[in-house]
């Protein structure tokens, strides 16, 4: 956990504000991302330089906390409650995430999912309390983002802008480097085949083919982890059992941290799953409400997926 200073903090509201105009406000306008893009270079060194040491190294934890950024509590409106719902009018907490999302590389949405916007709610939302998913409120188990996806983010950040009424709504994480050494040498094995299948969420539509894969690849040593444990279905009674191994070993060493106003989470999806902790909503305008943003560190990677080079995958 890093915290801003009074000074770091008013300097970057000094930025963020600057940024409200440009474009016409329009988040998803690729002029506003460029401003926040070059924005970037003048937030305080400390928030620069801390950045870009969780983009070479992540750690063992694989996550990022940020305390103390300017989200303009003193705007901030009722908790939104309808399914689906994005920021697209530029504000302090949409900048925040835009310019740190920058320096992780480019943010990025995906069009079937809130509508491709590029700074997304999470809140609670009537009717979808059982739902796993960020609408829902009930235990949300653990994931990589869009594990599905041959684009899936490299980094996801969660932007606190109001917490729960009870302050008990904790971000889950558990990272592949902290159980390495604990998985049986058959479990690892198991996971490291291409035997398991990670369906896509209905809104993703019926064109997304399951594509078989292994939840571990890459280096021996610290491999990369793909997995959804409400959505990867093992093929094999090996995978099965060394997923259920796998996941065991994250509720053993997963953190949970409740987030507060100001708080922004950077998690390495590369190397960590995240998920959430049961709460109780009262759908009073004042539930809990994060802001989601996706950075790709590599643009180039998904070029044929963005149509005119944009910020968004069509597919």
Known sequence: MVSLTEADAASVTEIALDLLGVAGGVIDDPEWVAAAREAWDELPIAVRRTVRGFRRDSGPQGTLLLRGLPVGLDT?????MVAGSVQREATVGAAVLAMIASGLGDPAAFRPEKSGALVQDVVPVPGKET?????GSVLLSFHNENAFHEHRPDYVMLLCLRSDHEGIAGLRTACVRQVLGLLS???REALSRPEFITEAPP???????????????????????RVDFAATQPQTEAGSAALVELGELFEQTATSSALTPGDLAIVDNHVTVHGRTAFTPRYDGRDRWLQRTFSLSSLRRSRASRPGDGYVLVD
Do not use: I, K, M
């Not at 739902?131 to 609408?135: H, P, V």
């Not at 809104?203 to 292994?214: D, L, M, R, W």
């Open 76 to 80: 901030l409106g009722d908790t939104p």
């Open 131 to 135: 739902f796993q998913g960020n609408a």
């Open 185 to 187: 040498r058959r479990s």
């Open 203 to 225: 809104s993703f539509g019926e064109g997304n083919t399951p594509v078989a894969h292994a939840v571990l690849t890459g280096a021996y040593e610290d491999p990369d982890l």
